[in-house]
């Protein structure tokens, strides 16, 4: 990675912001998705239709918001509702993309944001799961960001706090989860991964400048899929520079 150029949290921000498509509907959660998705209404998805877990839809991020609940994420909306009118709407199956974090994940992009060990006695208590349970569950397509190492990518994780694919083919949809739906893309300080159309194991789809197969399979604490053809992440334009610097993020709250 050029780090004069551009930073790791920059580089991540630029990766997520291409998968942000004009017209979709995004359900958005605070931090790096929040940064990606201004940056994608300002480069390519002018009419990318935000949504918050407190209500905002449709809000034009012409000012960074500094959380879910923040007055920004109704800016120039398309409607002003409440908690439980955005999940209702996730429910019915009209939010096509979800942004997620979490501190552990397995093979089958399940998550965890709640304990790190025994639940009745954790070695560390997470946030939990906020609204992640709910967009991991009901969203179409679920982009998770992560940095990349052994201690979150593991073979078992201590909760499950947001589902993915649970122990993979057709598990999620046994469970009573909507048909169709599930992770997408894992996007992390070193590449971007995807899952098996049939097994949903993850696997290798793109790495960041300067990474190699080996350091990605050496920072995962499971075996990943790896494919003949792999691409490769641009790096950041001068122009999403540019204006993740002075207008996304001109406080640098993130950057």
Same mark, same amino acid.
């Given at each position: 990675?050029?780090?004069?150029?551009?930073?790791?949290?920059?580089?991540?921000?630029?990766?997520? +912001?291409?998968?942000?498509?004009?017209?979709?509907?995004?359900?958005?959660?605070?931090? @790096?998705?929040?940064? %990606? *998705?201004?940056? %994608?209404?300002?480069?390519? %998805?002018?009419?990318? @239709?935000?949504?918050?877990?407190?209500?905002?839809?449709?809000? !034009?991020?012409? !000012?960074?918001?500094?959380?879910?609940?923040?007055?920004?994420?109704?800016?120039?909306?398309?409607?002003? *509702?409440?908690?439980?009118?955005?999940?209702?709407?996730?429910?019915?199956?009209?939010?096509?993309?979800?942004?997620?974090?979490?501190?552990?994940?397995?093979?089958?992009?399940?998550?965890? +944001?709640?304990?790190?060990?025994?639940?009745?006695?954790? !070695?560390?208590?997470?946030?939990?799961?906020?609204?992640?349970?709910?967009?991991?569950?009901?969203?179409?397509?679920?982009?998770?960001?992560?940095?990349?190492?052994?201690?979150?990518? @593991?073979?078992?994780?201590?909760?499950?706090?947001?589902?993915?694919?649970?122990?993979? *083919?057709? %598990?999620?949809?046994?469970?009573?989860?909507?048909?169709?739906?599930?992770?997408?893309?894992?996007?992390?300080?070193?590449?971007?991964?995807?899952?098996?159309?049939?097994?949903?194991?993850? !696997?290798?789809? *793109?790495?960041?400048?300067?990474?190699?197969?080996?350091?990605?399979?050496?920072?995962?604490?499971?075996?990943?899929?790896?494919?003949?053809? @792999?691409?490769?992440?641009?790096?950041?334009?001068?122009?999403?520079?540019?204006?993740?610097?002075?207008?996304?993020?001109?406080?640098?709250?993130?950057?």
């Amino acid at each position: 990675m050029n780090a004069e150029r551009y930073n790791a949290n920059e580089l991540l921000i630029s990766v997520s +912001s291409h998968l942000m498509e004009d017209n979709a509907t995004c359900f958005i959660g605070t931090g @790096i998705p929040m940064l %990606a *998705a201004s940056l %994608a209404q300002r480069m390519h %998805a002018p009419n990318l @239709i935000s949504i918050f877990e407190f209500g905002g839809m449709g809000a !034009k991020l012409e !000012k960074l918001p500094l959380a879910v609940g923040d007055m920004r994420t109704f800016n120039k909306g398309l409607a002003a *509702a409440g908690i439980c009118d955005i999940m209702e709407t996730a429910q019915r199956g009209f939010v096509e993309y979800g942004f997620l974090g979490g501190a552990q994940i397995d093979m089958f992009g399940n998550l965890n +944001s709640t304990v790190i060990g025994d639940h009745s006695n954790p !070695k560390v208590r997470l946030p939990g799961s906020g609204g992640a349970n709910d967009v991991g569950s009901s969203c179409w397509r679920t982009i998770i960001i992560m940095q990349h190492d052994k201690r979150r990518f @593991i073979p078992k994780i201590d909760f499950v706090t947001t589902p993915g694919y649970l122990s993979g *083919a057709s %598990a999620r949809e046994d469970a009573g989860l909507p048909p169709n739906t599930g992770p997408y893309r894992v996007v992390t300080s070193l590449c971007t991964l995807g899952f098996d159309q049939e097994t949903k194991w993850m !696997k290798l789809l *793109a790495l960041n400048p300067g990474v190699t197969v080996d350091d990605v399979i050496e920072n995962t604490g499971f075996e990943l899929i790896i494919p003949d053809h @792999i691409g490769h992440n641009p790096e950041p334009s001068e122009e999403e520079l540019d204006i993740l610097r002075h207008d996304v993020d001109k406080d640098r709250y993130y950057i």
